[in-house]
């Protein structure tokens, strides 16, 4: 853990210390310890942290602490980052196209023995660069639903069709076998991985042999106003009762890999107005920063609160709330979150905005576009405190 990093116990503390210039992002350490241990005990199966989704070194410790043993990686560097920091983590290379020698430093460095393909042309890349003895290689599959807020077959995956063959050259070729696949990100519904684990059961039913590992991915969501999700419950009950359909070798292991889930909850933006234009909010962050993700529509808007003179700020007694457009702090007209926020009508510059559930996607998107880009990171350490939901 960073030990560097500024601890308060509250984010007015934090807020009345400093009255920062720039944004402060809030870890709270005990919100990420409840979160994996909720994945951990629901999920029916192996969890595998998408470290794409936040990679901030805290972040990654905090999840493992809770229980979380395996990552999912998507490059060499972040193999190394997961071993620097839990040298007894298991590191998954679950991307199926990569950088030549890339594997080779996985395995030769890290020993990671969990690699993934999508197409026979791969197999003689990966052959080329790591021994496939003792090696567990996924063959990804394409699966869609229209509960996902962003399909992600579009760029990886085999049609299913395609499936038994590739399996079957990887299983040749002296590798163990696995199938993989991924429903989209922020799914909706859980019947999106009934579909999925149906189509994957139809698959390995074909094969004259059978695999030991399906990775079934992420997309589980978490929810943000205006955006309702059903209970992570049923996701895990969905999962759970189809799951039984896969013809699995003996000890077969489900296979998950939560980004957002995990991510999302324990972390918090804290940002300042900097200036009122009627109902137009100018603030210290933005688009090209911590609010990266809102680019893609999935969903618009996070959890807010307000604070004013170190202290969470309703408004004037009896004053209504009102809506307001957030403008980011470039030269670029499009800096603007989507909709509007409701907020007290007689919010001011100076005022500061606690923006909840903002960890996934945030950290590790955000650019230095005019040189906007914030290193405060601080541990809200209080553990009946929370980022605004």
């Not at 395996?70 to 991307?95: K, N």
């Not at 896969?246 to 324990?266: F, I, K, N, Q, T």
């Not at 230095?368 to 605004?388: K, L, Q």
């Amino acid at each position: 853990m960073n030990g560097a990093r500024a601890r308060f116990d509250d984010v007015g503390a934090m807020l009345r210390a400093w009255r920062p210039r720039e944004p402060v992002y809030c870890i709270y350490p005990h919100v990420y310890r409840a979160t994996a241990r909720e994945f951990l005990q629901g999920f029916p199966g192996r969890v595998l942290y998408a470290v794409k989704a936040n990679d901030d070194p805290d972040v990654i410790e905090l999840l493992h602490g809770g229980g979380v043993a395996h990552f999912d990686c998507a490059s060499l560097a972040e193999v190394a980052l997961v071993r620097r920091l839990c040298p007894a983590a298991t590191c998954y290379f679950m991307v199926p196209v990569s950088p030549r020698g890339e594997l080779r430093g996985a395995q030769a460095e890290f020993g990671v023995r969990h690699f993934m393909l999508d197409h026979a042309d791969r197999l003689p890349a990966l052959a080329a660069e790591i021994a496939l003895t003792g090696t567990v290689v996924f063959a990804r599959m394409a699966v869609s639903h229209a509960s996902a807020m962003m399909d992600l077959s579009s760029k990886f995956g085999a049609p299913p069709g395609d499936i038994p063959d590739l399996l079957t050259r990887i299983r040749a070729s002296g590798a163990e076998p696995a199938l993989a696949f991924n429903v989209g990100s922020l799914v909706t519904q859980p019947d999106a991985y009934r579909h999925a684990i149906e189509v994957a059961a139809g698959v390995l039913e074909a094969l004259p042999f059978r695999v030991r590992l399906v990775d079934i991915g992420g997309g589980f969501p978490r929810a943000y106003p205006g955006f309702p999700v059903p209970p992570m419950a049923e996701y895990f009950a969905a999962v759970a009762e189809t799951a039984r359909r896969l013809p699995l070798a003996p000890g077969g292991v489900l296979l998950a890999e939560p980004g957002r889930a995990l991510a999302a909850p324990g972390l918090s933006a804290v940002v300042e107005v900097l200036l009122r234009k009627d109902d137009r909010l100018y603030l210290n962050d933005g688009m090209y920063g911590i609010f990266w993700e809102l680019r893609f529509k999935a969903h618009t808007r996070f959890a807010v609160r307000a604070l004013r003179d170190g202290r969470p700020y309703a408004g004037r007694s009896g004053a209504a709330a009102a809506g307001f457009r957030l403008y980011g702090p470039t030269c670029d007209a499009s800096d603007v979150l989507p909709g509007a926020v409701e907020l007290p009508a007689d919010v001011r510059a100076g005022d500061y905005l606690e923006f909840g559930q903002i960890g996934a996607y945030s950290l590790s998107g955000r650019t230095r576009f005019n040189g906007h880009y914030s290193e405060r990171i601080v541990h809200i350490t209080a553990e009946d405190e929370s980022p605004p939901v």
